[in-house]
């Protein structure tokens, strides 16, 4: 008899463990529709980007005079709203205004963070470079003069978005005419003095 007991008992335990088994883990205790939305809101979650890119370029009205107008940009940051600003730039690049006359020049391309930003900053140098030129300087017929820069840092208010996915295009228009100051001085050269002028032209959204 109690051979029998324990023989109805085991198959009993054996019958529930095999039940039990065959069902699926992640289907416990959970519903088809709970299970469906977290796919789907994962799904949705993933392919919104969290960076988008910016790109910016240079374009500059006609100057008069001067045959070549040289400028030397070393660090471009933006600001972010509610945040600090971003360094997207360490690169020194040398722009020659009169060449630029009527022209786009692209001087950076950066993934950003997506968000709204309200500045873009650009330090300009001075000094002299390898081959013995001056970073920042003006030519009249053949004869370079060096440009000096009170403020190295021009602070340009502007307020644009950066978008998941998308590329924020901006156009800066340096004004070569309203930068450039002379200072004359009796028996000696003029002095030639900038002071950036420089406004944003136009700015475009696209995809990547």
Not at 7 to 31: H, I, K, R
Not at 60 to 84: M, Y
Not at 168 to 179: C, M, R
């Amino acid at each position: 008899m109690r051979k029998l007991s324990f023989f109805v008992a085991a198959v009993f335990f054996v019958s529930l463990f095999l039940a039990n088994s065959c069902q699926s883990p992640s289907s416990v205790n959970e519903p088809l529709s709970s299970k469906t939305a977290k796919s789907s809101s994962s799904s949705k979650s993933g392919s919104l980007g969290t960076t988008g890119f910016l790109r910016l370029l240079l374009t500059d009205a006609p100057a008069e005079e001067a045959e070549n107008i040289f400028v030397t940009v070393d660090l471009i940051s933006v600001h972010k709203e509610g945040g600090s600003f971003f360094t997207v730039s360490e690169v020194e690049q040398q722009f020659d205004l009169k060449a630029l006359e009527g022209q786009l020049k692209i001087i950076l391309t950066t993934p950003l963070e997506a968000g709204n930003y309200t500045q873009i900053r650009m330090r300009f140098v001075q000094g002299m470079d390898t081959e013995g030129n001056y970073k920042s300087r003006i030519v009249f017929s053949g004869v370079p003069y060096p440009l000096d820069v009170p403020s190295d840092e021009i602070k340009i208010p502007v307020e644009f978005e950066i978008t998941g996915n998308e590329t924020t295009e901006i156009t800066l228009d340096f004004d070569a005419a309203e930068s450039i100051h002379i200072v004359q001085k009796p028996k000696k050269d003029d002095t030639y003095i900038l002071r950036p002028v420089i406004q944003v032209v136009n700015m475009q959204n696209s995809d990547f």
